[in-house]
């Protein structure tokens, strides 16, 4: 079911799946130039949770014309479940949505019933962990600023696919990913003049632990962009929080290893 809906004074193009009546599993995607659909296999769900995607504001298929900043993204989330007639909703933020998650958890904890913090992370004090053999094998963006919408972070998803996912072997399946996605030139103006917030709020630990649910934090463990040892350390900070580690998927763990990375988030769910 595909709509547009009316939500928090913009517009913000939904797309769910499952049964309304079931619990709800609301998905915020990454970029936050990317669109929803790299995400799609958590539809699987669907056969026990009513999955909600959508596109943040300045993305797909969502208004690309309102202010553009984390904490609004984050009271978006929050209007668009009670928009659906939840009082509550499961949420899975994934990189930069986890980000978004985080501060869901810190703006509107009531709506949150259960988080998943998918390849992300709630530190900004580290390093990319990047083999030497990987980094010879991105491309460079020479970027003039002319192009079609979007062409700017399809180049950027592109040259950094080595990095993405571990699975290099599925190298042309990923590209077939991204030929999907409808990726947003909105973003690139804050982005370059250093206007935005950082996705995740100010002490993201202290957030989790005061809004006090239950988490569950799904890392790949070849993950280069966030390394797995921030996935440990808020881990260790958030008590009662779980750790799951996909062996063999880097970022895209969803695409590296699907299998895997449903059952785990379909136990948490469950459990």
Same mark, same amino acid.
């Given at each position: ?66 202010? $553009?900043? !984390?904490?609004?993204?984050? =009271?978006?989330? *929050?209007? +668009?479940? %009670?928009?659906? #007639? ?109 206007? $935005?917030? !950082?996705?995740?709020?100010? =002490?993201?630990? *202290?957030? +989790?632990? %005061?809004?006090? #649910? ?58």
């Amino acid at each position: 079911m595909d709509a547009i809906e009316p939500v928090n004074g913009i517009k913000l193009f939904v797309r769910r799946f499952g049964d309304p009546a079931a619990p709800m599993l609301a998905v915020i995607h990454g970029g936050p130039p990317w669109d929803h659909s790299y995400l799609l296999p958590v539809a699987e769900l669907a056969d026990a949770f009513h999955v909600v995607f959508f596109d943040l504001r300045g993305s797909g298929r969502s208004s690309r014309d309102a202010p $553009l900043q !984390p904490d609004l993204i984050a =009271d978006d989330v *929050a209007a +668009l479940i %009670r928009h659906l #007639g939840a009082e509550q909703a499961d949420v899975l933020g994934f990189s930069y949505g986890g980000g978004i998650a985080m501060r869901v958890a810190e703006q509107h904890p009531w709506v949150l019933r259960r988080l998943i913090l998918a390849s992300t992370t709630a530190y900004g004090d580290f390093e990319p962990v990047i083999p030497p053999e990987r980094a010879a094998l991105c491309g460079e963006v020479d970027w003039s600023g002319d192009g079609p919408e979007g062409a700017l972070a399809r180049a950027m998803a592109e040259a950094d696919l080595p990095v993405t996912i571990w699975r290099l072997d599925r190298a042309d399946e990923w590209r077939a990913v991204l030929a999907e996605v409808r990726f947003s030139s909105a973003w690139d103006v804050p982005y370059a003049e250093g206007k $935005l917030k !950082p996705a995740r709020p100010g =002490d993201p630990p *202290a957030v +989790l632990r %005061r809004w006090g #649910g239950e988490v569950l934090i799904l890392h790949g463990e070849r993950e280069m962009t966030f390394p797995p040892e921030v996935a440990h350390r808020l881990h260790a900070a958030v008590p009662g929080s779980r750790l799951r580690l996909i062996p063999e998927a880097a970022h895209m763990a969803q695409f590296d290893d699907p299998v895997a990375w449903l059952a785990a988030v379909r136990e948490f769910l469950r459990g």
